[in-house]
């Protein structure tokens, strides 16, 4: 695996250490917010952070695997292990939902007031702050080191800010208009917005463990680089792209005129794939070399063949 690779898997890990200390810190905060105030609403809050703190220790883990070097048993690298870190953390989210319902529930058949609402409500606006920050950090970090993993677990930081928001004015109204059962409703409506954050994770990790292809902006990248050659004659085909973690995969056909040497056209893709390495880094090229003038070369081929209805 390049060092470019590896700096940059070291450099995500970072970020999700990080995360790991925010988690803590805003664990500890948010619980002792609900156990000041007894809110239930709090105590949603406080499960979520629950669930930042165990989907950042596993997006740690598996950042430290997915920049591994390719082995034997694991020949295109171990990029995918972002993916897992993303799924669960989406299952950790449908946990953390279900727990929310089992808590608020009996309130919302018994509400009962709450205690010290504005030292409550402070802590946590405090851990929000946190968790604001922090997520900010990150984002700029998965975009730098194209990783799956830091977008997750930014964009799930950035829910547990807007949820709590939402439990701080809505433990606020408690407060001042004295309807307790807003604390458990409000709770219930936390569970229904962190499962729908969890349904997004799972669907974006499942969708790259099935080799989906690169992102809108990227193709464009690469449609452009391959349109300047276009422009001198030459054409491509077959172009297939995918992600694994934080390396992204390019196949594609070069068609070059027939009367060209070995030589010529092998120098001719190498820079090819040099350009593309250096402007969509880490990227891994795989080219093929086609005579223009042949009419087959233009045929994309056949991925897949169904087998003949004998079974010969």
């Known amino acids: 695996m390049p060092d470019t690779q590896q700096s940059s898997g070291r450099g995500a890990a970072s970020y999700a250490r990080l995360s790991i200390v925010a988690a803590i810190v805003t664990m500890g905060l948010k619980t002792l917010a609900w156990w000041v105030t007894g809110s239930v609403g709090l105590l949603s809050d ?37 993916y897992f870190a993303s799924a ?44 604001w920050g922090v997520a900010r950090v990150l984002l700029k970090g998965s975009q730098r080191h194209r990783s799956l993993a830091l977008k997750a677990d930014a964009h799930h930081l950035m829910t547990d800010v ?39 994770l799972l669907s974006e990790s499942t969708a790259g463990l099935m080799d989906a292809a690169w992102p809108e902006d990227e193709r464009r990248q690469l449609d452009a680089i391959l349109g300047e050659y276009r422009s001198t004659g ?48 880490p990227v891994s090229v795989l080219t093929h070399i086609e005579p223009i003038e042949d009419p087959l070369s233009h045929d994309d081929g056949v991925l897949d063949r169904d087998p003949p209805a004998d079974g010969v």
């Open 46 to 82: 406080a499960m979520e952070s629950l669930v930042n703190l165990s989907a950042a220790l596993v997006a740690w883990w598996m950042l430290r695997l997915a920049i591994l070097p390719p082995d034997e048993h694991h020949a295109y690298g171990h990029g995918k292990a972002e």
């Open 88 to 131: 669960f953390e989406g299952m950790m989210i449908a946990v953390a939902a279900v727990s929310i319902i089992w808590a608020a529930w009996p309130r919302l058949l018994d509400p009962r007031p709450l205690q010290q609402t504005g030292i409550g409500l402070a802590v946590c606006a405090l851990a929000a702050a946190i968790n």
């Open 162 to 200: 807007w949820t709590s928001a939402g439990v701080i004015v809505g433990v606020a109204l408690v407060g001042v208009s004295g309807w307790l059962i807003l604390d458990p409703l409000l709770a219930l409506a936390v569970a229904v917005n962190i499962l729908w954050t969890g349904w997004h």
């Open 234 to 281: 030459i054409d491509f085909h077959a172009v297939r792209t995918r992600r694994a973690g934080q390396r992204h995969f390019v196949s594609f056909h070069v068609l070059v005129p027939g009367g060209w040497s070995v030589q010529q056209a092998h120098d001719f893709v190498e820079g090819i794939e040099a350009r593309i390495a250096s402007e969509l880094a």
